[in-house]
């Protein structure tokens, strides 16, 4: 929850607005002045030497007084404006923008509008952005359907970007099993775009989270879908990438979830169709991970690559010496057979096998009847 006075909370809101996001320099006015003396300086044209930058990417807005606007738009719908000074912001997630690599690209945003129950931090090292093509196959929508309720049965949010296709079957997915799903929008908080997910949008910001950085009132805008794209991948833990064309919106949010340093998958699909060229080009290229059920895309979010399934199912035979296990091999399932008839299937000197036997003997694994070996049932 926000925790900041009524002057602080008009001064952030009019800098939500006054410059097209992301906008560097006026984050770095905030930090050295405040926001209540940065958004006076804005509103004056008066700020400190050194933040001239400030000027020129606010001259087009700087006289906007939406701000009781949208801050009554924020209050009707149930939302927040959520600020780094707020618990809830997720401030590692979002640190990774302003790496010297990708802070020119755009960095973190100066503030996010918020629609939602779940806090914002429940994003992070364990959520996933499932993403794709508007234009989806069945195929593709299924496999988003599937990978999203079984991450969300994991516990797991899923982040994706509210479109048609991909995102759509995404974000059911994960409503449909429970789970806690993040819409990024591409405009403000309180506009239904694309206008068929108006439903899903309202439930979206009832039992998960709907973000932007653009104030309430702002269209979509096809720049806006790019600069968007980078907090669908910094606020997860891993991005996988469902179906995607040639040219793909989907395919520059895999290469920020690359620029960050977060784990890429992709799903493959049929080589005849015009909606896996891209998922194919990333595998093949070796900048995304095969992923082929939930289990794969739970792995790239698991420290240290650990299989979430837990570990594998132990045999008697693991972690035998080389010899034994080739003459354990050598035995059938069913039968008994002499050390001479090991010895012909395992490649083995007689002296190595009855060494081997010995051994597997003690071991419990096999038994002997005869002068016939078998294995102990």
């Not at 738009?73 to 939302?79: F, L, N, P, T, V």
């Not at 994003?123 to 499932?130: N, Q, S």
């Not at 359907?145 to 899923?158: D, E, H, K, N, T």
């Not at 199912?313 to 001479?340: C, N, W």
Request: aromatic share 4%; proline share 5%.
């Amino acid at each position: 929850m926000t925790t900041h006075d009524d002057s602080e909370r008009r001064a952030w809101a009019y800098l939500a607005s006054v410059a097209e996001p992301p906008a560097a320099s006026v984050i770095r006015l905030v930090a050295a002045i405040g926001p209540v003396d940065a958004a006076a300086a804005i509103r004056e044209r008066s700020v400190p030497p050194g933040h001239a930058g400030v000027i020129e990417v606010t001259e087009a807005r700087h006289m906007i007084t939406t701000v009781d606007d949208d801050l009554a738009a924020c209050d009707k719908m149930g939302a927040r404006l959520l600020t780094p000074d707020d618990a809830e912001w997720p401030a590692w997630s979002l640190s990774a923008l302003d790496r010297a690599s990708t802070a020119a690209r755009g960095g973190a945003p100066l503030a996010l509008w918020v629609r939602g129950r779940a806090p914002l931090d429940v994003l992070g090292d364990t959520a996933v952005a499932l993403v794709g093509s508007r234009a989806a196959t069945s195929y593709g929508e299924y496999v988003a359907g599937q990978f999203a309720s079984g991450l969300a049965a994991q516990g797991r949010a899923v982040v994706s970007g509210g479109a048609y296709g991909i995102d759509g079957a995404a974000h059911r997915g994960s409503l449909a099993a429970g789970g806690v799903t993040a819409a990024v929008l591409a405009c403000g908080i309180d506009r239904t775009y694309p206008s068929g997910h108006a439903r899903l949008l309202e439930e979206i910001g009832a039992r998960g989270l709907v973000v932007s950085e653009y104030p309430p009132g702002t269209t979509a805008a096809k720049h806006r879908f790019l600069t968007r794209n980078r907090l669908v991948a910094a606020l997860s833990g891993a991005t996988v990438v469902v179906e995607a064309g040639r040219r793909s919106g989907a395919t520059n949010t895999a290469a920020w979830a690359t620029r960050l340093g977060r784990p890429l998958g992709a799903v493959p699909g049929s080589i005849t169709s015009a909606t896996s060229v891209g998922t194919h080009a990333m595998i093949a290229d070796g900048q995304a991970t095969l992923v082929a059920d939930v289990d794969a895309v739970a792995t790239l979010v698991t420290p240290d690559g650990e299989d979430p399934r837990g570990p594998a199912p132990t045999r008697s035979t693991d972690g035998l010496p080389r010899d034994q296990f080739r003459v354990i091999d050598a035995i059938p399932a069913h039968d008994g057979v002499s050390i001479d008839e090991i010895a012909f299937s395992s490649g083995l000197q007689v002296d190595a096998v009855r060494r081997a036997l010995a051994g597997l003997d003690v071991a419990g694994l096999v038994d002997e009847d005869r002068g016939l070996w078998r294995l102990r049932r």
